[in-house]
T-cell receptor, first 114, second 109 residues
Framework: DAMVIQNPRYQVTQFGKPVTLSCSQT?????MYWYQQKSSQAPKLLFH???????NEADTPDNFQSRRPNTSFCFLDIRSPGLGDAAMYLC?????????????FGSGTQLSVL | EDQVTQSPEALRLQEGESSSLNCSYT??????LFWYRQDPGKGPEFLFT???AGEEKEKERLKATLTKKESFLHITAPKPEDSATYLC??????????FGRGTSLIVHP
């Protein structure tokens, strides 16, 4: 089945130690999103891509970066994780720019920072 | 700026006890209102999209309705397996979804 896959499901890192989360999709969707979701809070958009056109939300900390080397893969890099970055990170896709279709989500990566 | 407010934050029901979840929104040019279900430790799973006031959609025990200011997710005769967090999202002229905090539903046997 076509899907969105996030790896790893659980990631533990140390304070200040860089970490990379990955997302792959077999849907051939043009748009990819990274959301941060803390407990009992709304998913918060960090970045989105229209193909390789990168869009950074104004309030996304500089500590967070992203790469999309091709249509299928997208990475979230946290350069120096702090305790406040512990959260669920959700990757999602949608078919096209300017479309009003639903989002397809991966299972998420739960990040813990020690 | 698009905004979504969901209520209540948490809801406990007995099996078979019907209820409704509310999603109030402000958006510039509604392109779609989405309902998702999220189980603990997992990504959201799509339920419904509503595009215009007056529209209704149903799936099993769930029915979603839409007005110009709010949407309701009605749950009829819920079962324990309906326990989850239900997220509402709106999409306006930016075509980027804005999510609410969700309603955590627990259905007791």
């Amino acid at each position: 089945d076509a899907m969105v896959i996030q790896n790893p499901r659980y990631q533990v890192t140390q304070f200040g130690k860089p970490v990379t989360l990955s997302c792959s999709q077999t849907l051939n969707h043009n748009v990819m999103y990274w959301y941060q979701q803390k407990s009992s809070q709304a998913p918060k958009l960090l970045f989105h891509y229209y193909d390789k056109d990168f869009n950074n939300e104004a309030d996304t900390p500089d500590n967070f970066q992203s790469r999309r080397p091709n249509t299928s893969f997208c990475f979230l890099d946290i350069r120096s994780p702090g305790l406040g970055d512990a959260a669920m990170y959700l990757c999602a896709t949608s078919p096209r720019r300017g479309g009003n279709e639903k989002l397809f989500f991966g299972s998420g990566t739960q990040l813990s920072v020690l | 700026e698009d905004q979504v407010t969901q209520s209540p934050e948490a809801l406990r029901l007995q099996e078979g006890e019907s209820s409704s979840l509310n999603c109030s929104y402000t958006v510039s040019g509604l392109r779609g209102l989405f309902w998702y279900r999220q189980d603990p430790g997992k990504g959201p799973e799509f339920l419904f999209t509503l595009y215009s006031a007056g529209e209704e959609k149903e799936k099993e025990r769930l029915k979603a309705t839409l007005t110009k200011k709010e949407s309701f997710l009605h749950i009829t005769a819920p079962k324990p397996e309906d326990s989850a967090t239900y997220l509402c999202a709106v999409m306006g002229g930016s075509y980027i979804p804005t999510f609410g905090r969700g309603t955590s539903l627990i259905v007791h046997p």
